[in-house]
């Protein structure tokens, strides 16, 4: 593997959420705390491209488990179709019982997609903030896109970034925390990739890349820089409750 894997990437993001809190003065702790959480969630966000990353895999069935739902779906399917060239039992029963364990072994794409049509409708028929399209088209074809592509690009990452802050410019400062919170953490994980070996690309100029290749996945300097994130994390928040507590 040549990518930094959920720990080290969760950290990096809660650190950068936090030194945006520290540097924020008119926000308050709760607030603060929202930003933060948000990093720390957004900074797995760009990992909704891989089929098996962490947090891909909390919208599907393992591996061992999605094998056995298409083998079953295959069998049911041909036994719907046998049973229909014979015109016995109930083959429309069978098939729908194979197509059902087909899109169960699938959950992930359904998701992903389900909830990008939902936005982009949304988008269209109420008259949204664009923010709600961008998303909506990013979910929609997430599960068709490679793994460091177009969605951990910068160029992305921009267009996301403006998305949020001109919707949550003028929404309440918790609804502003999270959206920072939420830039903070996305492009914390672009950075965290820069360092090692794959790196991000440019969606635009695709041979462009950065790859400094200092950090292997699992790997001690990867455990040492999440460990040091933490530290600064946790001097950042002492600071915090003493100024604004």
Excluded at 11 to 16: C, I, S
Excluded at 196 to 212: C, D, N, Q
Aim: charged letters at 15%.
């Amino acid at each position: 593997m040549k990518k930094m894997n959920k720990k080290g990437h969760v950290a990096v993001a809660v650190l950068t959420g936090s030194a945006i809190a520290a540097h924020l003065t008119d926000l308050r702790i709760m607030p603060d705390l929202l930003l933060v959480l948000a990093a720390g969630v957004a900074g797995l966000l760009p990992d909704l491209d891989h089929k098996t990353s962490t947090v891909s895999n909390t919208m599907q069935f393992s591996a061992k488990t999605r094998k056995k739902l298409r083998w079953a779906s295959g069998m049911a399917v041909g036994v719907g179709a046998v049973l229909f060239f014979l015109h016995q039992g109930f083959p429309l029963l069978w098939i729908g019982t194979g197509l059902c364990l087909a899109v169960a072994a699938r959950l992930r794409t359904l998701i992903l997609s389900g909830a990008g049509l939902l936005m982009v409708g949304a988008y269209l028929h109420y008259d949204e903030h664009w923010l709600l399209l961008l998303a909506g088209l990013a979910l929609l074809i997430m599960p068709f896109v490679k793994h460091r592509g177009l969605i951990h690009s910068p160029e992305f990452a921009v267009l996301l970034s403006a998305g949020v802050i001109t919707f949550t410019e003028s929404q309440t400062p918790l609804v502003y925390a999270m959206g920072l919170g939420v830039i903070a953490g996305w492009w914390s994980h672009l950075l965290a990739d820069s360092v090692t070996a794959e790196g991000i690309h440019s969606a635009l100029l695709p041979r462009l890349k950065v790859a400094l290749n200092v950090i292997r996945n699992g790997g001690a300097t990867e455990r040492w820089v999440a460990r040091i994130c933490w530290a600064a994390s946790v001097v950042l928040w002492i600071n915090l409750f003493h100024v604004k507590g």
